[in-house]
């Protein structure tokens, strides 16, 4: 037993289902790394840079948004908002999206807009550090 069965699922369909060797994912409090036959848990997933080595040794990574993660029976479910490799990122889209965000919350605004820029800029922090990363 040296993988894991992994589903990643986001709004958009079904972004990765495959065996996976070792998974870092963001959760609330920090990276945390799943391995083979890990305990069974569920936990918040925060936007940030997914890891995952597949079967064939190789690691990948995805810039995501909020979403869950379940493991149990050594079988890992990742549901979350949004998922993009590297490649699908638009980066003049993310750091349009950076500056709103950044506008919005340098302005008045109520409890609930400012926890949704936030957000917003949580994700476009996130996809832009995925796209500078080698
Ligand atoms: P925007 O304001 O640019 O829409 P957003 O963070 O509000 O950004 P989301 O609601 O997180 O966007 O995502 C909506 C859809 O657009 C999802 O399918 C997501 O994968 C995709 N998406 C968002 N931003 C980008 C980007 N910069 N590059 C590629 N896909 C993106």
Redesign the pocket.
């Known amino acids: 037993m040296n993988s894991f069965a992994t589903q990643i699922i986001s709004?958009?369909g079904m972004f990765y289902f495959g065996r996976v060797k070792s998974l870092v994912v963001p959760a609330t409090d920090g990276a945390m790394g799943i391995l083979p036959g890990h305990e069974e848990m569920i936990i918040a997933l925060q936007e940030g840079i997914l890891r995952y080595q597949d079967g064939d040794d190789l690691w990948h990574k995805a810039a995501i948004?909020r979403g869950t993660m379940q493991v149990a029976n050594n079988r890992c479910t990742i549901v979350v908002?949004?998922?993009?490799k590297p490649d699908?990122?638009?980066v003049k889209?993310?750091r349009?999206?950076k500056e709103?965000a950044e506008e919005r919350l340098r302005q008045k605004i109520s409890d609930r807009e400012y926890r949704m820029m936030q957000a917003?800029l949580a994700?476009?922090l996130t996809?832009l550090k995925l796209t500078t990363q080698d």
């Open positions: 709004s958009d948004g908002d949004t998922a993009e699908e990122i638009d889209r993310a349009e999206a709103r917003a994700r476009a996809r």
